[in-house]
């Protein structure tokens, strides 16, 4: 349901909260070693991330990304609307624009469903839940 930019984005942010245990930067390249993401990509991801208030970056020797609040005050709403926006909770199952509750397409009843779910599962969990639950082995291929 999420694009892979939010894929990518969420995992990165596994792997930054993941250095900050220890109190630590993490440079971009071994985000994107441990996360397994494409580097480029990723950079624009964090780069908006940081633009959002979600996470924190800086330069230099000593520098590279981390997460400056409580991971429990970042919820996967949160991640999700600062990277795709707020319509995977909202738009139509088909990407159909006409669809809507006076004029519902075949699966709008249905896909109102699983949306209002993902919504709510976005929202009742942080970062702190996905860190909590994480293990290495899970971004190999």
Do not use: W
């Amino acid at each position: 349901m999420f694009s892979k930019a939010c894929e990518y984005g969420i995992r990165a942010l596994i792997v930054i909260a993941e250095a900050g245990k220890e109190s630590k930067k993490i440079g971009i390249k071994e985000i994107c070693i441990l996360a397994n993401t494409p580097e480029s990509f990723t950079a624009k991801i964090l780069q908006n991330l940081v633009k959002r208030s979600i996470i924190c970056s800086q330069k230099g020797p000593s520098g590279g990304f981390y997460i400056a609040q409580p991971l429990d005050n970042i919820s996967i709403y949160d991640i999700v609307e600062a990277i795709d926006g707020a319509g995977v909770f909202n738009k139509c199952g088909l990407g159909l624009m006409a669809c809507n509750a006076q004029r519902p397409c075949p699966l709008h009843n249905k896909f109102e469903v699983v949306r209002d779910e993902l919504n709510a599962m976005c929202k009742n969990n942080s970062l702190q839940d996905l860190v909590a639950g994480f293990h290495e082995e899970v971004f190999k291929r």
